[in-house]
């Protein structure tokens, strides 16, 4: 049974980092994609950040220079690095895997996990 289990979540104040990860099991996903999704309150879930099994990655637009996800195979682990937050960047965050990715964003994939909440306070 593969399971993707996020931690790190929290609340934090604006302008400080936090990072998440991803703890993947049940099979390897070294050779798929990962991904982060995000949901706010009232609002759809989106797209954040996706890395290739090449380690290509693309951000979505909000969060390009402040954000970064990166892996580890070996660990069959995917992190999202946050910086300079805002409290818009509030939400539940969503690990993904084995995603198909589309001109530099992704909305299908195949596994999730439940998510984690991040609050920022400004």
């Known amino acids: 049974q593969v399971q993707l289990v996020e931690s790190g979540g929290g609340l934090v104040q604006a302008g400080v980092s936090l990072g998440l990860s991803c703890a993947a099991s049940g099979r390897t996903f070294s050779s798929s994609t990962m991904a982060w999704f995000r949901q706010a309150p009232g609002k759809e879930r989106e797209f954040v950040a996706v890395i290739t099994w090449s380690g290509t990655t693309y951000y979505t637009d909000s969060v390009k220079g402040r954000f970064a996800i990166s892996r580890d195979n070996a660990k069959n682990t995917a992190y999202l690095r946050m910086n300079s937050l805002k409290p818009e960047d509030t939400a539940v965050y969503y690990c993904?895997?084995?995603?198909?990715?589309?001109?530099?964003?992704?909305?299908?994939?195949?596994?999730w996990g439940q998510g984690t909440q991040v609050t920022v306070s400004s």
């Open positions: 993904a895997a084995a995603c198909a990715v589309i001109r530099g964003t992704s909305n299908r994939c195949e596994y």
